[in-house]
């Protein structure tokens, strides 16, 4: 297993991608117990016209494809942004034992920013959490793509 920042590098070489597509630059890999990167994705809703196609979502269907199973015990989701409300949930369908993400989101964040989902006593599945994780790399990514749109 490597570190958490080899990995977090893996994701936000996936948010590039997406930059050079045109979409928020957001990037997630999967990486199972043994440390493989078994799944891949960036944001892509745009491109899709589909609105689930965060990089988080993206990235869980690729490695369930891979692995051939929905259920994804014992890897761990690195993504450049705190996740949303949408993929949090997927995150805990996906029985993940642990996100590490980079920035956070303060309008839309639900793992600290707006609220903490994973810790929820109704969920009976648990997911470790680690935030901060090379949250400046993604930030410049995302401030380029937004100074970009507005022309600066
Ligand atoms: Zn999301």
């Given at each position: 297993m490597r570190?958490?920042?080899?990995?977090?590098?893996?994701?936000?070489?996936?948010?590039?991608e997406g930059l050079a597509a045109g979409e928020v630059p957001v990037g997630a890999v999967v990486v199972d117990a043994d440390g493989e990167?078994?799944?891949?994705?960036?944001?892509?809703?745009?491109?899709?016209?589909?609105?689930?196609?965060?990089?988080?979502?993206?990235?869980?269907?690729?490695?369930?494809?891979?692995?051939?199973?929905?259920?994804?015990?014992?890897?761990?989701l690195y993504v450049t942004l705190e996740p949303c409300l949408m993929c949090t949930g997927a995150i805990i369908?996906?029985?993940?034992?642990?996100?590490?993400?980079?920035?956070?989101?303060?309008?839309?964040?639900?793992?600290?920013s707006k609220?903490?989902?994973?810790?929820?006593?109704?969920?009976?599945?648990?997911v470790e959490v680690?935030?901060?994780v090379l949250a400046s790399r993604a930030t410049r990514l995302l401030q380029a793509f937004f100074a970009e749109r507005r022309g600066d």
């Open positions: 570190s958490d920042e080899f990995y977090m590098h893996r994701a936000l070489d996936q948010a590039r990167i078994v799944g891949r994705g960036f944001n892509a809703p745009v491109s899709g016209h589909d609105p689930s196609a965060h990089a988080e979502v993206r990235a869980l269907r690729d490695a369930g494809a891979r692995l051939g199973n929905y259920r994804l015990d014992g890897c761990t369908h996906a029985r993940l034992a642990r996100v590490v993400y980079g920035a956070a989101e303060p309008r839309s964040g639900m793992v600290e609220a903490n989902l994973f810790a929820q006593p109704w969920y009976n599945h648990r680690e935030g901060g």
